[in-house]
């Protein structure tokens, strides 16, 4: 698949929703600005929920659009790296993993489990901006990267889809780009014909390849346009040689049914699934991991 010029700039356009024009959005934009109690700069906050002005949106918008054209070559790279089965870099998208404006289990219940509830959902390719953590890893060195918060978070869950897509934006830290199951039933409504889409105001921080790939740290958040499911990713507990401490450490611990119904899913979707098996050292108190290609 060759994206052209023209199929770039549909990707980066974002449509020009005003929520000016709707009283209730208005009401909830002036409510966050004038928050006291926000964990978050508050256009932060409010561009994950969608509710950007709309001059924020065309500033943000412009951004976007400036990154691209700039680092175009570059971005390339990564696009045609992340079409390989077994690619030098990897985007994982967690569905269990929580933002801090998800209302996705208001949606769906618990995804986090069952890789075949999100696709029965989402499906298994769409048009709509998805977020990722990129590794600057092969998948069966994931553990290798430097990560962070959200990597941490990723790899702690139950597992995680392996994606392919265009990297729209990609930066070191978390962007707070907007929560599809956090945004507005209006702008959803807008967007219906183009897909939901994702801004930052800021310039993303990464965009050369090689350095990518040189410096091992993963980035927090990259933006997936145009994306595909190729696989699934997670990491499971050596239950076979699971230590009594271990045991009774009970943080994340991955049970052999749990494991039989990721293989299970997977065989039943076509989809091949890799697993990392961690094994908990009692006297350095850390772990070291092995992989196994289990469907």
Sequence with gaps: MKISRKDLRYIIREMAFDPSLYPDLSKKIKDIQSSDYLDYPERDYRRSMGLLTREESDEEKEVVRSYNENHRQELMKFFAELKKPMGRITALHSPGYVGASTKKYEYFGDPGNSPSAWINQFGSQGRNDISVILVPQNVKNL????GEANSDMVFDGTYSFIMSGYPKMINHRDMMTQTSTAIPKELIDFQVSSGTTKSYN???SINNFDEFLKNNTISQETVLSNWQIKGVFSVMTDFENMTEKEKNLGYNIRTKEVYENLVRECNQLNIPL?????????????????YERAA
């Design 143 to 146: 553990m290798n990267a430097l």
């Design 274 to 290: 890799h697993v990392m098996f961690r094994n908990y050292n009692e006297d350095t108190y850390d772990y070291s991991f092995r």
């Design 202 to 204: 800021k310039e993303p």
